[in-house]
């Protein structure tokens, strides 16, 4: 990626997580130009820049200069509906630059479009394919739609390279059947006929080898030619007029508007991490009519969505995989690590350094209670070791220290009888403080080839 | 005609085969391949340069034996009775069985030696016939009869050259049997051994134990791990040896695991459109097995196998990795497992020691027709946009 894309992803991703900051105070901090052969400039250059450092040390001291996360952010609250079957959705709204689920994304990656690879692009790209907006740079594309135009490049790359082959057999072809004929004609004329038709082939196969020559660099190729990435503009097809909203009001072609089928899923983790952490969301039932759920509640349905059927509260224990999970999920936010799922790769959690868009993830994350337990099978680990090395990423296993039955069920208790909600935050803290993470990574050793 | 079993050699409690012969065997005919393991403690080599004993693995015992092309022997009990039998009578008859071989081997040598000078003898021969006839040329009519007797007396002279004192030739290495196939008491051992259907079974059940229990409990104390104490006693005796406090469950599942791997390789062996492949430890793929469509000599593995029982839960991540896996390797994915009878079902919820389990597990392992139980499902990595 080049330095200048990357400046600008990291310009648009700039938060780690989606909280406001408000700053009091703006520090302005103004420099004079310095010009070089001038050293009055450059005096005053150094006395601007020592006042400045200075206000800013005062400020800190004095802390006059506040920074702090907004206090009223209620009406900021992002909606998030959770199904019947404890699927975490948020809706994406059209038109609104700056909707909830954009949101989510921008600031911390959360969460991931169901229609799309996982920043949520369906209905622009869906705009496109069916010729509803044709104005479009090709620095809007996003990255299925890259992906795709690189791969149509491609292909018709070597359908021209297959093409020029052809041709050229078939000129060889020729060529080697009007040398045969030769050895039998015997007029004059049909032999000089031959003689220019010869001649003709031959130039012709000549300029086929210079064009070939010149289409063997697939960059030369992009930049001679313009690939479209969505050909097709005949009459829509009835599965794609069906997602065309029928409005009768609407009678100009070019004002037709898509349906968005798309939204952003949220994980189980990242649902209570929004809530509990950071205070950034409200869940409802997709239900029509039912409250707001409270941050228990909010808790039993992410512990439910990894069973088929409920389990009471009583019945818990410190080792529930959504506990395990959540500990590791909060453990990694919270030290700045942006944290996403690591279904693709078998795993429990990626970790990316700051975003799925501006750079690969570097370690893959496989949650395993710390329990006395022996492992009976070590086989599972390679097989997982194996994969992940193959995508260059590194495996850590992530043992967890789970608190006992008994003081787990004790904090469990007293969260569900507080009715006030710091100090119910007080005890969600408590018991998360229970969980220990201890990260070990594994990795294969070959005495011969890492040597070096 | 009936092929020659194959011994199997417990060391501590690992299969080696020693036989040269039988490697050959079992490779080209059974398509087992083992590893091989031998070195030498001075000259340790690369795994690569590894020469015999080959080790077989547990599940390639186990279909050997099942498929009556194998039996096992216990070393240990088999160099004491060899010794117990061994008579001075034997111990002359082998001596001399050596020096008979040693004049062998001299007379071959004096044989030899005598060639080489034969040659050498005629080659100059040829040479100074050429060169008389040149000469002769020259002066045409000078004594022929010269000539005759300078022949003759030429060969008198080889033949004494040629005669090798066999005193003088000195043999510092003597060829001895490199198996015990030669020793007078071996056959009628291993006869016994063969034979005695109890000891065999005493044995396997050893074995198996060894496999099941011990190596998962982290025996520390080596002589637990090792037969001898099952070999002489009954069964029943022999059980008291680590069994104790076993737990029946995981020892079910994982003598379920064992059996459909080792019914995996019989039935790989006994369907026609899969009798060629051959099948290797898979640790290096993250599973059990690698199947190879050939020798892998010359071929690359197209499966990768794993086991699951019957009714066991998998977890869908391990599907996840495992097709992603294969397609990186461009492979198939394969889960393998035995669809249960009711019938034995009802027989394992009665066992409830782990010697029953275990002789449960043996008889099963011997019922013809458990290849045919075997289920395979194939997982692919697919994907859209």
């Known amino acids: 990626m080049s330095k200048f894309n990357k400046k600008r992803l990291l310009s648009i991703y700039k938060n780690p997580l989606p909280i406001d900051l408000i700053y009091d105070n703006d520090i302005t901090f103004v420099i004079p130009q310095v010009v070089a052969h001038n050293p009055v400039s450059w005096i005053f250059f150094a006395s601007s820049y020592l006042k400045n450092c200075l206000e800013i040390s005062g400020q800190l001291i004095n802390n006059t200069g506040k920074v702090h996360q907004s206090i009223d952010n209620s009406s900021q609250k992002i909606v998030v509906k959770v199904s019947d079957h404890d699927v975490f959705k948020v809706e994406i709204e059209i038109g609104t630059p700056e909707s909830d689920a954009i949101k989510l994304w921008k600031n911390g990656f959360f969460g991931k479009g169901i229609l799309s690879r996982s920043e949520p692009t369906w209905y622009e790209r869906t705009e496109r394919r069916l010729h509803l907006k044709d104005q479009y740079s090709e620095k809007d594309l996003t990255s299925e739609e890259i992906t795709a135009l690189r791969r149509n490049e491609r292909k018709k790359f070597k359908q021209l390279r297959e093409s020029y082959e052809n041709q050229q057999l078939e000129l060889e072809r020729q060529i080697s059947a009007i040398i045969d004929r030769q050895k039998i004609v015997s007029t004059k004329k049909e032999m000089l006929e031959m003689e220019n038709d010869l001649k003709r082939i031959q130039r012709e196969l000549e300029d086929l080898k210079l064009l070939s020559q010149q289409n063997q660099d697939f960059r030369a190729f992009q930049s001679s030619h313009k690939v479209k990435l969505y050909e097709y503009a005949g009459p829509l097809r009835p599965d794609d007029n069906a997602l065309i909203i029928n409005d009768p009001t609407i009678s100009d072609k070019d004002k037709r508007k898509l349906m968005q089928l798309e939204y952003l899923q949220l994980m189980p983790v990242e649902a209570f991490f929004l809530q509990l952490a950071l205070d950034k969301v409200k869940v409802f039932p997709e239900t029509t009519g039912s409250n707001e759920l409270s941050t228990l509640e909010l808790f039993q349905r992410c512990v439910d969505s990894y069973y088929s059927s409920t389990t009471p509260m009583s019945r818990l224990a410190g080792n529930e995989k959504f506990l395990l999970d959540y500990a590791v999920y909060h453990h990694y936010r919270s030290h700045g690590w942006c944290v996403r799922s690591g279904v693709k790769f078998g795993v429990d959690f990626l970790l990316y350094e700051k975003g799925p868009p501006i750079s690969h993830a570097q370690y893959c994350l496989h949650v395993v209670e710390n329990s006395g337990k022996n492992m009976e099978d070590f086989v599972e680990y390679s097989s997982l070791n194996r994969v992940i090395g193959g995508v260059r990423k590194t495996l850590v296993f992530v043992c967890v220290d789970v608190p006992s039955v008994s003081t787990f069920q004790k904090i469990m208790e007293k969260i569900a009888i507080e009715k006030d909600i710091t100090e119910q935050q007080k005890l969600w803290k408590k018991l998360l403080n229970q969980y220990n993470i201890t990260e070990m990574v594994y990795r294969r050793w070959v005495p011969s080839r890492n040597r070096d | ?385």
């Not at chain 2, 003759?152 to 004192?165: H, R, W, Y």
Request: contains cysteine; proline residues 2%; glycine residues 6%.
């Open chain 2, 1 to 385: 005609m009936v092929k020659r079993k194959i011994p199997i050699t417990i060391v501590g409690n690992r299969a080696l085969v020693f036989d040269l012969p039988d490697i050959k065997i079992l490779r080209e005919e059974y398509h087992v391949l083992g590893v091989l393991s031998g070195t030498l403690p001075v000259a340790p080599q690369q795994s690569i340069f590894l020469s015999v004993p080959l080790q077989l693995s547990i599940e390639e015992v186990l279909y050997l034996v099942a498929m009556g092309r194998a039996y096992l022997i216990h070393e240990k009990q088999v160099t004491h009775q060899f010794f117990e039998t061994w008579t001075d009578e034997d111990t002359e008859k082998y001596l001399n069985k050596l020096w008979e071989g040693h004049k062998k081997d001299i007379k071959q040598k004096q044989r030899e030696i005598f060639e080489k000078r034969h040659f050498f003898l005629q080659k100059t021969k040829k040479k100074q016939q050429r060169n008389k006839q040149k000469t002769e040329g020259l002066q045409s009519d000078i004594g022929k009869e010269e000539g005759i007797s300078n022949h003759d007396l030429l060969a008198e002279e080889s033949q004494k050259e040629i005669e090798v004192d066999s005193s003088n030739i000195n043999l510092i290495f003597y060829k001895t049997e490199d198996s015990s196939r030669g020793l007078s008491n071996y056959d009628w051992l291993v006869e016994i051994i063969q034979h005695s259907d109890g000891f065999q079974r005493r044995m396997l059940f050893g074995y198996i134990k060894n496999h099941l229990i011990n190596k998962y409990n982290g025996v520390v104390d080596v002589s637990h791990l090792e037969i001898d104490n099952l070999i002489y006693d009954t069964i029943d005796n022999a059980v008291a040896v680590g069994t104790a406090g076993v737990d029946l469950e995981k020892l079910r599942h994982r003598c379920d695991r064992l059996i459909s791997s080792v019914r995996f390789i019989q039935s790989i062996h006994s369907r026609a459109e899969t009798s060629q492949y051959y099948v290797l430890p898979g640790l290096k793929f993250g599973s059990k097995f690698v199947v190879y469509p050939g020798d892998p000599l010359r071929y690359h593995s197209h499966h990768i196998v794993n086991f699951f029982n019957w009714d066991e839960e998998i977890d869908l991540m391990r599907f996840v990795n495992g097709g992603r896996l294969a397609v990186g390797v461009k492979k198939l994915w394969v889960v393998s497992g035995i669809k249960p009878k009711e019938k034995i079902k009802d027989a394992e919820s009665s066992s409830n020691s782990a010697t029953e389990e275990i002789d449960g597990f043996i008889n099963a392992l011997f019922d013809g027709n458990g290849d045919k139980e075997v289920v395979n499902f194939s997982v692919e990595w697919a994907g859209f946009g």
